[in-house]
C-alpha cells in the first residue's frame, strides 16, 4: 500500500480526511465562538446565586438551572467534536473533544456545588451543651 493510497483511505459512509490547515482553522474559529459563550454561561450562573439570601425561610433546594446550563454547552461541544471527527478533521475534532473534557468537569463541579449548598443548608447546627463542673468537696 503506497502512501497515496493510506492517504485517500476513508471509512464507509463518511468524509475522506482533510488536510490539518483546514481542521485547525475550523478548531479555532470553533473555540473562538466556544470560549466567549463559555464565559457568558459562567457569568450568567455566577450572578444567579446573587440575591437576597436572607430571605430564604426553608432549606434551599438544588438549582437545576446552571448544572442543565452547563451540561447542554458540553453537549453542544460534543456535538461539535462528532461532527469535526465525522467530516474528517481530526486536530479541530479532538481540539474540540478536550474542550470538552473541560466543560464536563465544570459541569460536575457546579452539581457538586449545588449539592453541598443544599445539605449544608438542610443540616441544623446543634449548640454543645454546656459543662457543668462537679461540686466541689469541702477539705
Known amino acids: 500500500m503506497t502512501k497515496q493510497d493510506h492517504a485517500s483511505q476513508t471509512f464507509p459512509g463518511s468524509f475522506p480526511r482533510r488536510d490539518g490547515f483546514a481542521g485547525g482553522c475550523?478548531?479555532?474559529i470553533?473555540?473562538?465562538?466556544?470560549?466567549?459563550?463559555?464565559?457568558?454561561?459562567?457569568?450568567?450562573?455566577?450572578?444567579r446565586g446573587w440575591g437576597d439570601t436572607q430571605a430564604r425561610t426553608a432549606a434551599p433546594t438544588v438549582d437545576w438551572a446552571p448544572i442543565v446550563w452547563c451540561g447542554g454547552f458540553t453537549l453542544a461541544v460534543l456535538l461539535i467534536a462528532g461532527l469535526s471527527l465525522y467530516m474528517?478533521?481530526?486536530?479541530?475534532?479532538?481540539?474540540?473533544?478536550?474542550?470538552?473534557?473541560?466543560?464536563?468537569?465544570?459541569?460536575?463541579?457546579?452539581?457538586h456545588?449545588?449539592?453541598?449548598?443544599?445539605?449544608?443548608?438542610?443540616v441544623t447546627t446543634v449548640q454543645p451543651a454546656r459543662q457543668v463542673s462537679p461540686p466541689r468537696r469541702a477539705p
Do not use: N
Request: cysteine-free.
Open 30 to 47: 470553533a473555540l473562538l465562538i466556544e470560549i466567549p459563550m463559555g464565559l457568558l454561561l459562567g457569568l450568567a450562573v455566577a450572578l
Open 26 to 28: 475550523i478548531g479555532l
Open 88 to 111: 474528517g478533521h481530526p486536530f479541530a475534532g479532538v481540539l474540540q473533544l478536550l474542550l470538552a473534557a473541560v466543560a464536563l468537569a465544570i459541569t460536575l463541579a457546579v452539581w
Open 113 to 122: 456545588d449545588q449539592q453541598a449548598q443544599q445539605h449544608r443548608a438542610s
